[in-house]
């Protein structure tokens, strides 16, 4: 290396230096406020106030003994799973739709299928709920299912897009050349190639259903979604630490997904 | 849609598929598209149309699919009461300023991770997206926490004496909006700041250098131009979703801090009067695409590499 090259280095170093720094400081403000909900859930005590009174597991205990949370929990994940699969296979239609098809409305298609991204909640929410009342549907399960099938979409259908616009058309010609059908060449060809992108893109919809609350609160029914639940228990400050602790579990359960995921895309 | 276009193909090099196999392609695509139109139309496309529809109708009395004569009673009176439209330039400029902030804030991680964290980048940016899997509502719900007269910043003030009294001006006001809002984003608006950075090509800042450009001129004439699609996707990342958003000044917003979304919420749950809120909808649909668009001209990367 010349002598300007060391010269040079010096303040590279320096800059890599302060934004390690900042990096970790980012990071420890953004735990921050986790880290303290976090402790609610091991409080003995309801309010927080240091020093801690005692340290404690009986929330943990107390989610297993609330059956309309445990309720809620069971309904989103329902929600998250039906609506996930819903929106993956939709998604996916569109993305092998548009890299492999030429046809009039093919941008329409794209653009509509991501504009859920794009239209606000409250109003995508509202449109809804005007759609429902006007064929007098009632509010549901299946209705915010509806409104989570359409906010996936748009991930899906952006993940498969990524991972299709790299994939030739020729390995589907070798195949039918072969005497596969087309879709037996999609079948036996194209889908083992998408498929971990098709997980991926099924779990960031599943996470996107599983914590949605703008959506769901005006479209829920009487059988509310887990977010809808601890909404409407936040006011209370007693039941609090439960949530928190109801919070921790999910979120524990959420990662272990997640890294089971990656096993699955990585065998693969 | 004609089936025959609807199949066409950019020319084959070769030779032409076979008759057969345009006819297995022809019910594939149609066994794709059918369910998905179906889908969209039902329930995006219709619903949107009903909403524009709704907000020329004078009241919700009768059947929604009855005929009504329409009115543009809604609109007038929008025009009439400028605190709605300049709440949605307050709601349009609280969405700016996060955007601006969160963007800011998350473009030196952004670099960190995209150019100096080597190795070790790929499990520094999964702990810094480990706060998104905690649930939304309790990630705004801890800000409460923080803000409030018995928070942690008032406990930490009047612990060192700075104050007497707890600063009630912390929660329930834009302020918090704006700081809590920013705190959701910061990891998200990282991502695409990320993607532009790594797509830098380490040749041009050697070209640079060896130009004698100093480090701090090869960020400023090279890394930062070429990272710019990244930063102006991060910050409509943020931007559009915020104008719309009700749920987290619901919960640390009060009264001072309510935004154009808070409002629509209101009308078609507290006030039940739906074209009200309907028009207002349509309003503020109309502004959002509008951004959409004026964001994917200003992404087009072509306008950043050519001087």
Known sequence: ?????????RPLRRTSRWLWAYYWLLLALLFLPIGLLALFAVNANTTLSFPLRGLTLDWFGRVLSTPALLRSAGNSLAVAAGSSIVATLLGTGVAILFVRFRFPGRWLLLGLSVLPLIVPFVVLAGALLVLFRAFDVDRSLLTVGIAHVMIGLPFVVLIMLARLVGFEPQVEEAAMDLGATYPTALRLVVLPAIAPAMVAAGLTAFTVSFDEFALALFLVGREPTFPVYLFGQL?????????????????????????????????? | MAASEAVARKPPRGRRPSDGVVGARRGTFWALLLPVVAFLAVFLVLPLVMMAALSTRADLRGPLLEPWAPTLKHYVSLAETPSYLRLLLTSAGIAVLVAALTTLLAYPLAYFLA??????????????????WTSYLLRVMAW???????????????????????????????????????YVWIPFAALPIMAALQRVDPAVLDAASDLYASPRQQFRHVTLPLSMPGVIGAFFLVFIPTVGEYVTPLMVGGTSGTMYG?????????????????????????????????ALRAVDIRRFVEP
């Open chain 1, 1 to 9: 290396m010349t002598a300007t090259g060391v010269v040079r280095h």
């Open chain 2, 144 to 182: 409460k926490l923080m803000l409030g007269e018995e928070g942690v910043i008032n406990s930490i003030l009047m612990g060192t004496g700075l104050v007497d009294q707890p600063l009630s001006a912390l929660l329930y006001n834009r302020f918090s909006v704006t700081v809590t809002l920013v």
């Open chain 2, 262 to 294: 808070n409002v629509i919420q209101d009308f078609f749950t507290k006030a039940a009067n739906w074209p009200f809120g309907s028009m207002l909808s349509v309003v503020m649909l109309v502004a959002t695409i509008a951004v959409a668009i004026l």
């Open chain 1, 235 to 268: 006011r209370f400050t007693t039941t609090l630490p439960v949530m928190i602790a109801m919070a921790v579990v999910l979120m524990a359960a959420t990662l272990g997904l997640l890294l089971f995921a990656e096993r699955v895309r990585r065998i693969r």
């Open chain 2, 115 to 132: 150019l100096r964290a080597g190795s070790r980048a790929a499990l520094l940016l999964i702990l810094l997206l480990v706060p998104f």
